[in-house]
T-cell receptor
Framework: GESVGLHLPTLSVQEGDNSIINCAYSNSASDYFIWYKQESGKGPQFIIDIRSNMDKRQGQRVTVLLNKTVKHLSLQIAATQPGDSAVYFCAENIDDYKLSFGAGTTVTVRA | EPEVTQTPSHQVTQMGQEVILRCVPISNHLYFYWYRQILGQKVEFLVSFYNNEISEKSEIFDDQFSVERPDGSNFTLKIRSTKLEDSAMYFC?????????????FGDGTRLSIL
C-alpha cells in the first residue's frame, strides 16, 4: 500500500491567515520528501523539499517541518493568498527513482 | 524557468488502438519518469528511465507499455493496445539527479480518454 498519506482531505483558510497541511509517512527508511502543489488542469508543481538530516526548511512563504520520530511532515504557508488554492501533495522518495504520493489536501482560500 | 512540456494536452483514442504520449524534459536533466493519475486518485509511478534504459518500473507498467528516448530531447510513452482502464492523466517528469539531490519536475500532463 501507499506509504505516504495526509491527515485531512480538505482545508479551508481565510485569506491572510497561515495554513498548515499535514502528512504522515510509514517508511522509516525514507530520507527525502517533497511538497507539490497541483492546480486544476496542471501537473504537480514543486514547492519545497527536505532531506531526513534536517527537521526544518524554509522557502518563500513556505516552511516544511519533518518529525522523524513520529514520521510526520507538514507544510506551512504564511499569509495565505487566493493563488494558494490548490491540491497539495506530499511525496516520498522511497527508493532512488520512485516517488510515492499521498492522497492530497485540497486547500480553499476564503476572501 | 525551464519546464517539462507534454503533447498533446488531450488524446482521445478507441480501445485497442496504440497511443504515443510525448514529453520534452528539462534540457540538462538526465532522469526521466512517467506517472499517471486516474481521476480523483493519487499520482502513481509508472516507470523511470536513465541512460537509455528503464531503471525501475511499477506493476502497472506491463508489456503493453514502453518508453523511448528517440532523440536528444524527446521522451515518449507508448501504450500498444489501449484499454478503458488506461484512461487517466499521464504526467512526465524529469530530474537532474536522483533522490536527495534533486527534485522531480512535472509537466502539465496529457489527458488520455479511451472510448
Amino acid at each position: 500500500g501507499e506509504s505516504v498519506g495526509l491527515h485531512l482531505p480538505t482545508l479551508s483558510v481565510q485569506e491572510g491567515d497561515n495554513s498548515i497541511i499535514n502528512c504522515a509517512y510509514s517508511n522509516s527508511a525514507s530520507d527525502y520528501f517533497i511538497w507539490y502543489k497541483q492546480e486544476s488542469g496542471k501537473g504537480p508543481q514543486f514547492i519545497i523539499d527536505i532531506r531526513s538530516n534536517m527537521d526544518k526548511r524554509q522557502g518563500q512563504r513556505v516552511t516544511v517541518l519533518l518529525n522523524k520520530t513520529v514520521k510526520h511532515l507538514s507544510l506551512q504557508i504564511a499569509a495565505t493568498q487566493p493563488g494558494d488554492s490548490a491540491v497539495y501533495f506530499c511525496a516520498e522518495n522511497i527508493d532512488d527513482y520512485k516517488l510515492s504520493f499521498g492522497a492530497g489536501t485540497t486547500v480553499t482560500v476564503r476572501a | 524557468e525551464p519546464e517539462v512540456t507534454q503533447t498533446p494536452s488531450h488524446q482521445v483514442t478507441q480501445m485497442g488502438q496504440e497511443v504515443i504520449l510525448r514529453c520534452v524534459p528539462i534540457s540538462n536533466h538526465l532522469y526521466f519518469y512517467w506517472y499517471r493519475q486516474i481521476l480523483g486518485q493519487k499520482v502513481e509511478f509508472l516507470v523511470s528511465f536513465y541512460n537509455n534504459e528503464i531503471s525501475e518500473k511499477s506493476e502497472i507498467f506491463d508489456d503493453q507499455f514502453s518508453v523511448e528516448r528517440p532523440d536528444g530531447s524527446n521522451f515518449t510513452l507508448k501504450i500498444r493496445s489501449t484499454k478503458l482502464e488506461d484512461s487517466a492523466m499521464y504526467f512526465c517528469a524529469s530530474s537532474e539527479a536522483l533522490r536527495g539531490k534533486a527534485a522531480q519536475h512535472f509537466g502539465d500532463g496529457t489527458r488520455l480518454s479511451i472510448l
